[in-house]
């Protein structure tokens, strides 16, 4: 999964209310007292004693049993849940309403309920699984703890037979047969599943995951039965499993086949089997039927046993209209006249990668090494889909060649879907895209959409092996998926499309991952996960870009070809199966061959959280190293980092008398420090060269001054990136006060002569933290001098910039950049260019073409006056590149005109004239100004209850909380508004990285205002 723009944004898990309404049709019924077990989360993990127990709630129990249960919960990290308060003092098991009817807990409070969990399981499963306990103040808990087993109640009021979140593994799915019939009118579907499953240790029951399915008729039959027998099936709605009561044992080694049949409605959200509605080429509404499973949605589908460990063949059927046609992760075997589309049998694969969609879609393909690559849009963009054709099979041969694993499939589709909430899905041979990161139109889009674009698909390729062929086992190991086509994703377009330069788009990357990781709040890429909430929470910048950030380090540290030999390896060793972290450290070991042991080397990085700081000390020859964690605190001014964190740390440097191809990766520090000797002494020393380790490093006091020196004398000594990274680094250690300011302004001087974009986009991205501490506290005058200092330093540059596509993508990112930042700031004569381009374009009635790079400069300038904001708005509604769209809803977005924003805000939430997807988009741009960032806040204050309804948190937090600098002297009020919603929602992760970022503005502000007061 891509998460749009790398910003968290995925599809959430949108529990339907029919989940709580429907009820069997199969087992007796007859009007069941609703009842609402809490939901204590289970106890899978025994990691200490040989007796494993799990115990859910009974009825009565919890009264008499609720102190001991609690002293117990505590330990084995269990929460209780109620549906009306979420804690644990009020767990008085199943409750009833006092009307009898039965009460569904609200969306957010199930959503929010689950918080806790996620919280309190996993500080517990860190205390439990981590090795040695290496993180627990009072060492391991050793005790055993013996609890009865409980199981829950079904719907019908009887007992649930299952007690656990993941599903048993004594029955195995081998192969399902899907039919579907999809309605496009009344936006319901009927659905038939025929599971073969292989039963490994005997059993009456076999339990599997549904929701919101009206389950119709379920039986079952075996090769040793003479028919089929129907079979009674309870469900548990909390945890969206059914169980199906067979007549016999099944017995061991045996195959039966399980036949469901069942109905729904197709979603009205982004997730699961769900509609969009969008205006052909003749403005008429049509819809269109997709399929977004990762994570956990393929079970809102049909039946099935999902989890990405079960892995099974499909054989996929879909009954649609006449005027339609299907397309599902298999070519079509056309046998089937002209209603129903058939699929080929599937290969082995996990059930969140199953996806199929019913439209009126238009392609082109072409062939390349017996893959049939294709690019499907609606008709009126066809034209747009070229740039993704080329792309996609020059990069799938790129894949396949460095893999040395052929792409298994015969056919390979990528569609882009017209209204999609993450960037793209990577669906086993039929990708879905939002139509921004799939559609390139010449005209209109930029040398960043073209990254954009590429590198989405890229990823989504890069999943073809990492993920599909290969899967993690569990959610717990996301980063295996996600860390790695990530990396592959900026890895293969470096080594495809090199004039891209996108190996600095990842290290602007790595910088706000660092950012992100430096919180408290934060967690080791690889935890322990059990709940919905939980999982989906995994799907964050650092299981993404910290994950690839390691892989990067771990590549330049054991090379290129031994790290190619270990992947390879570890694609051939588990293809078509299943694995988990050391898997891949062990495919590496196999190469390294006892020179190195990777595995102890990489779990201090993906076990704990956060990252080293390693402190550098020169004398003479010698050079003193010591790590500690980075940890951004607000805690104390001399704050003393937590002394069980200890990483192995690849060191590399260069010096003056060496350059980066000679100076060797000297040093593996897996101590708490040590020291290096050089050869002879040297005029200065940086580390962490090109920023391709995990860790930010901090000098002596000469030390920065003769890298300062180097900068301004001799800056072409170090590269690009090296010169971003001393930036973004001595930033970084402003904020936790190692540094004083001036000294990082101080550096800043050289960019008088710095021509590239990595340094001069992490400046001004410093730059604006602060001006945007100061411009929000109100002081408007201050913060216009932090603009003042920087537009001396970049004054040549911003003046020789040509509004043109000219040159190469680097040039002319940067001159997106400076422009932006120009005309953002009213500096030089930029608002004057950009309004007159403008107006051309106005008068030309949007015909004219602009320069793509600078469009959205031109659209923002113009969007500052009445009759501009009105004319792009009639443009955007006619406009059909998305990427121009994108631009001009930004433009729109940043007017500082509030009945315009409210309106913006509240027609995206509305979804009609401006899509839903758009909306976290437009409260992150709002955000950014003034009046519009006082505004966001209400926006979401009031919308709360149906945003949260419709994205879900972790979307919340691209569209507002992730943005936390922008509320400074909010504080008090971002802090009682959630503490208001309840503790859950002040336990949200969001929330916490929130509230505890802008306590750590305000520190900033304490420790840095009086000095830029005093000095500009
Ligand atoms: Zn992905």
């Known amino acids: 999964l891509t998460p749009f723009m790398h910003r968290i944004q995925l599809p959430r898990n949108m529990i339907e209310n029919s989940m709580f309404e429907e009820e069997p049709d199969v087992v007796d019924l007859a009007k069941e007292p609703c009842l609402h077990p809490l939901e204590p989360d289970e106890v899978e993990y025994e990691p200490r004693s040989s007796r494993l127990l799990v115990r859910g ?581 001399n704050w003393t980092s937590d002394a069980s964190y200890l990483w192995h740390i690849p060191l590399s440097y260069t010096t003056n008398k060496c350059n980066p191809f000679l100076c060797p990766y000297a040093y593996l520090l897996d101590q708490k420090s040590a020291t290096i000797e050089l050869q002879e002494e040297v005029a200065w020393v940086k580390f962490n060269v090109d920023m391709n380790g995990y860790y930010i490093v901090h000098y002596a006091e000469d030390d920065w001054n003769a890298l300062i020196d180097l900068l301004k004398n001799n800056l072409t000594a170090l590269s690009a990136k090296d010169r971003a990274h001393l930036i973004n680094n001595i930033f970084s250690l402003v904020g936790i006060g190692k540094v004083p300011l001036l000294k990082a302004f101080h550096l800043l001087d050289y960019l008088v002569k710095e021509n590239h974009t990595a340094p001069i986009s992490q400046a001004l991205f410093q730059v604006n933290l602060i001006y945007d501490l100061v411009e929000k506290r109100g002081m408007q005058d201050l913060a216009a001098r932090v603009v003042d200092r920087v537009e001396k330093l970049l004054r040549s540059k911003i003046d020789q910039q040509t509004w043109t596509d000219d040159g190469t993508i680097s040039e002319r990112e940067f001159r997106s950049t400076v422009l932006a930042f120009a005309c953002s700031h009213h500096l030089g004569n930029c608002r004057t260019t950009a309004t007159k381009l403008f107006e051309e374009w106005k008068a030309s009635n949007g015909t004219k073409s602009l320069p793509t790079d600078v469009m959205k400069t031109v659209f923002t300038t113009g969007a500052k006056t009445d009759d501009g904001w009105e004319f792009l708005l009639s443009m955007y509604t006619s406009s059909v590149s998305e990427a121009e769209k994108h631009k001009m809803l930004e433009a729109l977005a940043s007017t500082e005109d509030v009945r315009k924003l409210i309106w913006l805000m509240q027609t995206s939430l509305e979804g009609d004239l401006i899509r839903a997807q758009e909306l976290s988009h437009i409260i992150a741009t709002v955000i950014q100004s003034l009046p519009g960032h006082l505004l966001a806040w209400d926006f979401v204050k009031e919308n709360w209850e149906k945003l949260i309804r419709k994205w879900h948190t972790l979307n919340l937090e691209t569209a507002y909380i992730a943005q936390p600098e922008m509320h400074i002297f909010l504080t008090p009020q971002v802090k009682t508004f959630f503490e208001s919603k309840s503790e859950k929602v002040s336990q949200l992760r969001c929330v916490k990285e929130a509230i505890e970022t802008i306590q750590l503005n305000i520190k900033w502000m304490e420790r840095n205002l009086a000095t830029l007061q005093q000095w500009l």
């Open 57 to 637: 709630l009974g009825e009565n129990e919890m009264d008499e049993d609720e102190e001991d249960y609690e002293s117990s919960a505590k330990l084995l990290g269990m929460s209780f849940m109620n549906r009306s308060t979420g804690l644990r003092n009020n767990a008085a098991g199943y409750r009833q309403s006092s009307d009898g009817s039965c009460s569904v807990p609200s969306l957010r409070t199930m959503v929010v309920c689950a918080i806790v969990l996620v919280i309190a399981v996993s500080v517990i499963m860190v205390i439990y699984l981590l090795p040695k306990c290496t993180f627990t103040k009072e060492g391991c808990h050793k005790k055993n703890h013996t609890m009865e087993l409980i199981y829950p109640l079904a719907t019908n009021g009887k007992r649930f037979p299952w007690a656990k979140t993941r599903l048993p593994s004594n029955v195995v799915p081998l192969h399902y047969d899907l039919v579907l019939q999809p309605n496009l009118t009344t936006t319901k579907f009927a659905g038939s599943v025929q599971i073969t499953v292989n039963v490994i240790q005997v059993t009456w029951n076999i339990i599997l995951h549904s929701s919101g399915l009206n389950i119709t008729k379920a039986t079952l039959t075996s090769a040793g039965w003479n028919q089929a027998k129907p079979v009674a099936v309870l469900e548990y709605p909390i945890r969206d499993q059914i169980a199906v009561v067979a007549p016999d044992a099944l017995l061991v080694g045996q195959n039966y086949t399980l036949i469901i049949d069942y109905s729904s409605n197709l979603s009205d959200t982004y997730y699961g089997f769900y509609k969009v509605s969008y205006k052909d080429e003749h403005a008429e509404k049509r819809w269109l039927a997709a399929t977004q499973f990762e994570p956990l949605a393929a079970r809102s589908a049909f039946p099935c046993f999902d989890e990405p460990a079960f892995k099974a063949t499909f054989l996929i059927k879909i009954q649609r209209d006449e005027q339609h046609s299907a397309l599902s992760n298999m070519p079509k075997v056309q046998l089937s006249g002209i209603v129903q589309d058939e699929f080929s049998v599937s290969l082995k694969m996990s059930t969140y990668l199953v996806a199929f969609i019913v439209a009126n879609l238009k392609n082109i393909s072409k062939e390349t090494n017996r893959t049939l690559v294709s690019i499907y849009a609606m008709p009126q963009k066809l034209g747009q889909v070229e740039h993704a054709l080329d792309t996609a099979v020059k990069l799938l041969e790129f894949y396949q060649k460095y893999f040395h694993i052929e792409y298994p499939l015969q056919k390979l589709d990528l569609v882009a879907i017209p209204d999609f909430q993450a960037g793209a899905m990577e669906n086993w041979g039929l990708i879905t895209f939002r139509e921004t990161t799939l559609l390139f139109d010449n005209k209109t889009s930029s040398a960043m959409d073209k990254k954009l674009v590429t590198a989405v698909i890229a990823h989504e390729l890069a999943h073809q092996w990492f993920g599909n062929l290969v899967t993690m086992e569990w959610w717990n190991d996301l980063w295996l998926n996600e860390g790695f086509a990530t990396f592959m994703e900026y890895f293969a377009m470096d080594r495809t499309f090199p004039e891209l330069q996108t190996d600095e788009e990842f290290l602007k990357v790595r910088f706000k991952t660092m950012m992100k990781d430096s919180l408290n709040a934060s967690h080791p890429i690889s935890s322990a996960v059990q709940s919905s909430e939980q999982i989906e929470e995994m799907f964050d910048a650092l299981s993404y870009i910290k994950g690839a950030s390691l892989l990067l380090m771990l590549k330049k540290y054991i090379k290129h070809d031994s790290f190619q030999a270990g992947i390879e390896n570890y694609l051939h060793n588990h293809s078509y199966g299943s694995t988990r972290s050391d898997d891949l450290w062990d495919s590496m070991n196999e190469i390294t061959n006892g020179t190195l042991d990777v595995k102890k080397l990489m779990k201090t990085w993906i076990l704990q959280k956060g990252f080293p700081l390693v402190t550098v000390k020169r004398q003479g020859k010698s050079l003193h190293v010591q790590q500690e964690r980075f940890l951004r605190s607000v805690e104390s001014e």
